[in-house]
């Protein structure tokens, strides 16, 4: 399985889509999820389009997928618990995130139904041939968990109204892979999200995990200012990747700047601001040499 394009986060941006597509270069693909539920940058969503040609992609056996934390969602949002409950809140929040896929597939229409039973045929890691793909945390403890009832990574129906309530062993480690880790801030301090909600809990990057300050561990936090620029608490929690591992790809953070490469065994590349993809080809250490980026607004010539 050498010779891979890997593609982040796509958000039913079919534009996005296609011009990482454009630089395949014949390879295999890899897609991180997070196909769904546009954010507000997107000009024209496209949920169903996008689902279209990934789903076609993977049938084909050009492309093989994880599920991101949106599909996963999505699958809750359109099912109910034994009470007739919504397994995921129907409130404005969660309904305004889901957005896009809501105006053009509906709520729990026999077309969402069908989409998100699609969703469940998607597993939530990858481990092959020398390659890891995830779509937010490689956490092996947490994949030995799900393993023991779930060995190929795929959920089951049965598993959903468990996972919905975050309580159970197997729940937490699901939400560890699909939705990575979070700390809490010290008290009385907090940040606003992109959508300007302030929150206490911030997500932080494991692959960079071995010590720093806030600002330096913390992902998807628009304003970094916002944080105090103070040692971290409660990262002697989580488990450093070890350097003989595979390399693994992940999505899910909305990373700023040039797209890069942190570690030689772990990248993001979900760059809202950029197109990015990386070519793998079998390289057990990651290099900058393979990332693939370019503006929003540029062409084929732009592609560094």
Not at 201 to 219: E, F, I, M, S
Request: aromatic share 8%.
């Amino acid at each position: 399985m050498n010779n891979i394009t890997i593609i982040p986060d796509l958000h039913a941006d079919l534009e996005r889509l296609k011009h990482c597509l454009g630089q395949a270069e014949g390879h295999k693909l890899a897609f991180l999820g997070d196909f769904i539920d546009a954010g507000r940058a997107v000009k024209s969503p496209d949920d169903l389009s996008v689902l279209k040609a990934v789903k076609e992609l993977i049938s084909d056996k050009r492309a093989i997928a994880v599920m991101g934390n949106h599909e996963l969602n999505s699958i809750l949002f359109h099912r109910n618990n034994r009470s007739g409950q919504p397994l995921r809140s129907h409130s404005s929040k969660n309904c305004d995130q889901h957005n896009s896929f809501l105006n053009q597939i509906g709520r729990c229409t026999s077309l969402a139904m069908q989409w998100t039973e699609w969703f469940l045929s998607l597993p939530l890691w990858i481990d092959e041939n020398g390659l890891r793909l995830v779509h937010a945390c490689w956490d092996d403890s947490a994949i030995s968990i799900i393993s023991e009832r779930r060995p190929d990574g795929r959920l089951h129906l049965e598993d959903l109204e468990e996972i919905a309530t975050k309580e159970t062993a197997f729940a937490k480690a699901v939400e560890t892979l699909i939705s990575g880790l979070e700390l809490k801030l010290p008290d009385n301090t907090h940040f606003y999200d992109g959508k300007g909600v302030p929150r206490d809990q911030v997500r932080v990057a494991w692959w960079l995990a071995n010590g720093g300050t806030w600002r330096d561990v913390a992902l998807s936090v628009p304003n970094i200012q916002e944080l105090p620029d103070t040692p971290v608490d409660g990262l002697d929690g989580i488990p450093i990747y070890p350097a003989d591992q595979p390399p693994v790809f992940v999505g899910h953070y909305k990373m700023t700047g040039p797209p890069r490469i942190d570690t030689a065994q772990v990248a993001c590349l979900d760059y809202p601001d950029q197109y990015c993809v990386y070519h793998w080809s079998g390289e057990t250490t990651l290099t900058s040499n393979n990332l693939r980026s370019s503006p929003l607004n540029g062409n084929v010539q732009d592609w560094r």
